[in-house]
């Protein structure tokens, strides 16, 4: 490669990485917690999680007894929205309901209600009160912004030319220069572990970005053929392109439905696929004989998401069945997508992602302090503009890991009072603006950092801490919650650790004393 194309790639890659830095930390940070997504709301719910064991139970109430009680509840729900049940399981040993009803003013409300697995008597517990897994998510996917989901594409596609232009700078030393890690020197030192862990985490990141891109571009695309080619009708073009479409009820019977007929249709999804098990029933119309019933199925360690069948609720016959792998296109979506979360690996598959995600967080981080170290000692550098590329940098980097950080200890001390919907995406951006302050007044960037990153580490701390002295003090967590919550406290320490190790690596060495006399 000549040697103009080498510098041609490296100030793209430079430049590139600093742009997108920002949003890529975030994405990065939030969708490592989010691997834990489930888990962290489990953590969540801890101190209010009621006592109960799907193991110590012989029998849980049938899945028809709690839509009647949702049913027997006389609100109007819309025609074209299902009730959602999640069926027990041993991580969540009780039913869970979603559904959306409809006021006398026209307004759409989203409720959920839990329901014991032994009595089916509801309990006092709103898992919306438990946001935090939630709101990680969405921050990854979308940045709870307008237009979110087309600018994390954008950055997406971004970080993927960079993965690319960055295994181009190495590819003539990445074997000889593979285990070079200069300690001396501290910019070197910085380089060599952005290129380290740059070309060891290489088939992750090309993993997440092809399918980070694949995910959010592929909205615009939908968009764009569903107008220019379906006139507007994305169901058309779904079903089109064989994805799965839910039932749509377009005209009651105005006959009751019986009930009863859910619990057949589990047995008999039950029976045609033994190796999986009912994840979730959805009932369209669910008080009308029109209305249709949606059972997924699920298997543990797979590739392969739900296997859905659709049954009438007159009278229980199967209508028709689902599986993504019937469809190229829906099979290859359901495959990346599985690659992308990590599900089919279980908890240690999510462990090395989320090991894995820290890695290009050090990456990120890493390639700013370079860049911005760089121009800080050059002379001709506008000081007012750098300052202002410091202190957004530090912000939307170090100050990501503060503003995560101050959201579980949000979700963990915050006043029941307190909705977590209202209190947690606000309290994020305030911390971020908070240590774009801090950015704007720290002298030079290194130091900035550094006292971010021991800031952050010590916010982590707190809720492992707090969690282990009420152990100590004689609380336990129900027994299906103990592997939730180990998950997230090691997850929570594991990032605090992460924090002081950088700041260890970034503090500037000592200089020895030297007691020889100075000469002319």
């Given at each position: 490669?000549?040697?103009?194309?080498?510098?041609?790639?490296?100030?793209?890659?430079?430049?590139?990485?600093?742009?997108?830095?920002?949003?890529?930390?975030?994405v990065?940070?939030?969708?490592?917690?989010?691997?834990?997504?489930?888990?962290?709301?489990?953590?969540?719910?801890?101190?209010?999680?009621?006592?109960?064991?799907?193991?110590?139970?012989?029998?849980?109430?049938?899945?028809?007894t709690?839509?009647?009680?949702?049913?027997?509840?006389?609100?109007?729900?819309?025609?074209?929205?299902?009730?959602?049940?999640?069926?027990?399981?041993?991580?969540?040993?009780?039913?869970?309901?979603?559904?959306?009803?409809e006021?006398?003013?026209?307004?759409?409300?989203?409720?959920?209600?839990?329901?014991?697995?032994?009595?089916?008597?509801?309990?006092?517990?709103?898992?919306?009160?438990?946001?935090?897994?939630?709101?990680?998510?969405?921050?990854?996917?979308?940045?709870m912004?307008?237009?979110?989901?087309?600018?994390?594409?954008?950055?997406?596609?971004?970080?993927?030319?960079?993965?690319?232009?960055?295994?181009?700078?190495?590819?003539?030393?990445?074997?000889?220069?593979?285990?070079?890690?200069r300690?001396?020197?501290?910019?070197?030192?910085?380089?060599?572990?952005?290129?380290?862990?740059?070309?060891?985490?290489?088939?992750?990141?090309?993993?997440?970005?092809?399918?980070?891109?694949?995910?959010?571009?592929?909205?615009?695309?939908?968009?764009g053929?569903?107008?220019?080619?379906?006139?507007?009708?994305?169901?058309?073009?779904?079903a089109?392109?064989?994805?799965?479409?839910?039932?749509?009820?377009?005209?009651?019977?105005?006959?009751?439905?019986?009930?009863?007929?859910?619990?057949?249709?589990?047995?008999?999804?039950?029976?045609?696929?033994?190796?999986?098990?009912?994840?979730?029933?959805?009932?369209?119309?669910?008080?009308?004989?029109?209305?249709?019933?949606?059972?997924?199925?699920?298997?543990?360690?797979t590739?392969?998401?739900?296997?859905?069948l659709?049954?009438?609720?007159?009278?229980g016959?199967?209508?028709?069945?689902y599986?993504?792998?019937?469809?190229?296109?829906?099979?290859?979506?359901?495959?990346?997508?599985?690659?992308?979360?990590?599900?089919?690996?279980?908890?240690?598959?999510?462990?090395?992602?989320?090991?894995?995600?820290?890695?290009?967080?050090?990456?990120?981080?890493?390639?700013?302090?370079?860049?911005?170290?760089?121009?800080?000692?050059?002379?001709?550098?506008?000081?007012r503009?750098?300052?202002?590329?410091?202190?957004?940098?530090?912000?939307?980097?170090?100050?990501?890991?503060?503003?995560?950080?101050?959201?579980?200890?949000?979700?963990?001390?915050?006043?029941?009072?307190?909705?977590?919907?209202?209190?947690?995406?606000?309290?994020?951006?305030?911390?971020?603006?908070?240590?774009?302050?801090?950015?704007?007044?720290?002298?030079?960037?290194?130091?900035?950092?550094?006292?971010?990153?021991?800031?952050?580490?010590?916010?982590?701390?707190?809720?492992?801490?707090?969690?282990?002295?009420?152990?100590?003090?004689?609380?336990?967590?129900?027994?299906?919650?103990?592997?939730?919550?180990?998950?997230?406290?090691?997850?929570?320490?594991?990032?605090?650790?992460?924090?002081?190790?950088?700041?260890?690596?970034?503090?500037?060495?000592?200089?020895?004393?030297?007691?020889?006399?100075?000469?002319?």
């Amino acid at each position: 490669m000549k040697q103009s194309t080498l510098k041609n790639f490296t100030h793209a890659h430079a430049w590139l990485g600093l742009i997108i830095s920002g949003v890529l930390m975030i994405v990065f940070v939030c969708g490592s917690m989010s691997f834990f997504r489930e888990n962290i709301v489990l953590w969540d719910m801890q101190y209010d999680a009621p006592k109960t064991d799907l193991a110590s139970q012989k029998q849980h109430v049938p899945v028809s007894t709690i839509a009647k009680q949702i049913s027997d509840q006389g609100h109007t729900m819309p025609a074209d929205h299902g009730v959602f049940i999640e069926l027990p399981t041993q991580a969540q040993p009780f039913y869970v309901s979603y559904f959306e009803i409809e006021t006398p003013e026209g307004e759409h409300v989203d409720v959920n209600q839990s329901f014991d697995p032994e009595t089916g008597q509801r309990y006092d517990l709103d898992q919306e009160d438990f946001y935090l897994g939630n709101m990680l998510y969405r921050m990854h996917i979308n940045l709870m912004l307008p237009g979110g989901t087309e600018l994390v594409g954008i950055v997406s596609l971004i970080f993927f030319v960079m993965v690319f232009t960055g295994t181009l700078i190495l590819l003539k030393k990445i074997i000889s220069h593979y285990y070079q890690y200069r300690v001396d020197r501290r910019k070197d030192t910085y380089l060599d572990g952005h290129s380290i862990i740059g070309i060891s985490t290489l088939p992750y990141t090309f993993l997440f970005a092809l399918t980070g891109v694949m995910f959010n571009l592929s909205i615009l695309l939908q968009a764009g053929f569903g107008f220019a080619v379906f006139k507007g009708n994305i169901p058309a073009l779904m079903a089109t392109a064989d994805f799965y479409a839910p039932p749509r009820i377009t005209e009651l019977s105005g006959q009751p439905a019986d009930l009863t007929l859910l619990d057949d249709m589990v047995e008999d999804a039950q029976r045609r696929y033994l190796e999986q098990s009912v994840y979730f029933l959805n009932i369209f119309a669910p008080n009308d004989q029109a209305g249709q019933v949606e059972v997924a199925m699920t298997a543990h360690h797979t590739l392969d998401q739900l296997t859905r069948l659709t049954y009438s609720l007159a009278d229980g016959r199967l209508i028709k069945e689902y599986k993504p792998s019937q469809s190229a296109t829906a099979g290859t979506y359901s495959v990346l997508s599985s690659l992308h979360f990590g599900e089919y690996g279980g908890n240690t598959l999510k462990f090395i992602y989320f090991l894995l995600g820290l890695a290009c967080c050090y990456m990120i981080l890493t390639g700013n302090l370079i860049w911005l170290e760089k121009r800080e000692n050059n002379r001709k550098q506008s000081k007012r503009g750098l300052q202002f590329v410091k202190a957004m940098t530090l912000a939307l980097s170090s100050g990501t890991l503060i503003a995560v950080a101050c959201t579980f200890i949000a979700a963990r001390f915050a006043p029941e009072s307190w909705s977590q919907v209202s209190l947690l995406p606000p309290l994020f951006g305030v911390m971020i603006l908070v240590c774009l302050v801090h950015g704007w007044f720290s002298k030079n960037v290194r130091g900035g950092m550094i006292q971010q990153l021991y800031i952050a580490a010590m916010l982590a701390l707190i809720c492992p801490l707090y969690d282990l002295v009420q152990m100590l003090l004689g609380h336990t967590p129900p027994s299906y919650l103990i592997v939730d919550v180990w998950l997230v406290t090691i997850a929570q320490m594991l990032v605090a650790g992460f924090c002081l190790l950088l700041v260890r690596h970034h503090r500037p060495r000592a200089k020895a004393f030297n007691l020889a006399p100075a000469v002319s």
